[in-house]
Every structure is written in C-alpha cells, then in structure tokens.
C-alpha cells in the first residue's frame, strides 16, 4: 500500500470508555490506530510510524497505552496520563504527538462518522500525479470531508470494491483505482477502509491487506471463535 492514499470512514459515539488500542501495520511508515471501547466499538484512523517499525514495537507500545488508559473517559484523555510512556519515547516524540492527536480524533465528543486519511503526500511521488494540473482536483476531493464520506458510502454494502479509472462516479478521482472494503464485526458496521491510487497498483496485494485488517480485527474480539 506504500505511495497509495488510506481513507477510513469511523463511526462515533459519546461518552465512551477506553478499553485496549492496538496497532496495525500497513506498510514501512504507516499503522492503522484501533481503538477499542467499553461497549465493542472500533474507532480507527491511519497514523505515521518511524520507519521499519517492528510490529513486536508496535504490540509494546499498545499495552502500554493500554494499561495507562483502561476505564478512563476517551474525551478526557490527555499526555499528561501517558507521561511514563512519552519518557520512554524519548527519541520519537512526534510518534508520541501523533497518539495523543489520534486518540483524540477517535475519540471526541460527536456522533458524526469521521474519515481519516493518510499518506496524500506520497502521491506526489507518483509518476502519473506529477503534472500539477492533473493533482489539483484529486486534491480538492481529498480535502473535502463530506465529499469522501459519499465515496466511501458509495461501496458498503459491498463487501470488497475494485473501481477503476472512469468506473469512479465521482470527478476528481477519474484517473484513479480505488479498492473499498466495508468492516463488520457481530452483524454492525464498525468502519470503511479505502485505498486510492494510480490504476498501475498493486490490486492482489491491497485486498490481502484488507482482509489481514478484517481478520485482525476479527480476532482482537473473539468472534473468530463463536
């Protein structure tokens, strides 16, 4: 998934307690943050890692976050209660600010479904986007909140979605590919995960990404066992 936009649409609610956070590699520089509440609800979003993080790194980390945070109210958590853990991130402070601004997002006072996004940067290293005028209305959709939620609930209730180059409804995107998977968990609909990129990526190894994600998740709740 590397040089490739990640979009996930999250649902929300208020008041809810911090149970477990777990962090999914998705590729060298990136991780999908889970975060995991009292009542079963899956809040995520895509947050940048140091290079080369072993995902035994990433396990460390997320218990110790875990443990810090367990019981507490998601909208009052702040640095301040995971100070022991910004110590021992003293050579990577902006992984330690990139948590807390993550926890945050998932976690804040509203109802309203969010998209997070990451890796819109790397677009520009792409070959077919280094034309600026070609870029500028892909990133126009980009930074369009209420536009991407429409793309992303274009595909949910299709399990995994392939739409290629002019099969996108949506202008601005036309000359992209875009891979869409709907994530479920007991029957509800925990988030929506997208990919968009140049129609030249690497479809095969996206999906197997997606559904690690879908089985990960799958087994952080037990359900693989019922």
């Given at each position: 998934?590397?040089?490739?936009?990640s979009m996930?649409?999250a649902n929300?609610?208020?008041?809810?307690?911090?149970?477990?956070?777990k962090?999914?590699?998705?590729?060298?520089?990136?991780?999908?943050?889970?975060?995991?509440?009292?009542?079963?609800?899956?809040?995520?979003?895509?947050?940048?890692?140091?290079?080369?993080?072993?995902?035994e790194?990433?396990?460390?980390?997320?218990?110790r976050?875990?443990?810090?945070?367990q019981g507490?109210?998601?909208?009052?958590?702040n640095?301040?209660?995971l100070?022991?853990?910004?110590?021992?991130?003293?050579?990577?402070?902006?992984?330690?600010?990139?948590?807390?601004?993550?926890?945050?997002?998932?976690?804040s006072n509203?109802?309203?479904?969010r998209?997070?996004?990451?890796?819109?940067?790397?677009?520009?290293?792409?070959?077919?986007?280094?034309?600026v005028?070609?870029?500028?209305?892909?990133?126009?959709?980009?930074?369009?909140?209420?536009?991407?939620?429409?793309?992303l609930?274009?595909?949910?209730?299709?399990?995994?979605k392939?739409?290629?180059?002019?099969?996108?409804?949506?202008?601005?995107?036309?000359?992209?590919?875009?891979?869409?998977?709907?994530?479920?968990l007991?029957?509800?609909?925990?988030?929506?995960?997208?990919?968009?990129?140049?129609?030249?990526?690497?479809?095969?190894?996206?999906?197997?990404?997606?559904?690690y994600?879908?089985?990960?998740?799958r087994?952080l709740?037990?359900?693989?066992?019922?």
């Amino acid at each position: 998934m590397t040089k490739n936009v990640s979009m996930v649409l999250a649902n929300r609610q208020i008041n809810r307690l911090f149970r477990y956070v777990k962090f999914l590699p998705l590729d060298g520089q990136r991780a999908i943050l889970c975060l995991i509440t009292d009542d079963g609800i899956v809040d995520n979003c895509v947050i940048d890692v140091p290079l080369g993080m072993k995902q035994e790194e990433m396990d460390y980390l997320a218990n110790r976050i875990s443990n810090k945070l367990q019981g507490h109210n998601i909208a009052d958590i702040n640095g301040e209660m995971l100070r022991d853990v910004y110590t021992e991130l003293s050579n990577d402070k902006q992984l330690f600010s990139s948590i807390i601004e993550a926890l945050r997002h998932v976690g804040s006072n509203s109802n309203e479904q969010r998209v997070f996004l990451g890796g819109t940067r790397q677009l520009l290293n792409q070959p077919e986007f280094r034309n600026v005028e070609r870029i500028k209305d892909l990133l126009a959709i980009l930074e369009e909140e209420k536009v991407l939620k429409d793309i992303l609930h274009a595909g949910e209730n299709s399990g995994i979605k392939i739409t290629i180059g002019s099969e996108n409804k949506f202008t601005g995107i036309q000359d992209c590919s875009m891979v869409q998977a709907t994530y479920r968990l007991n029957g509800r609909v925990v988030g929506t995960m997208a990919v968009l990129g140049p129609t030249r990526m690497e479809y095969g190894k996206i999906i197997s990404v997606m559904d690690y994600l879908h089985q990960h998740l799958r087994a952080l709740f037990g359900e693989d066992k019922k």
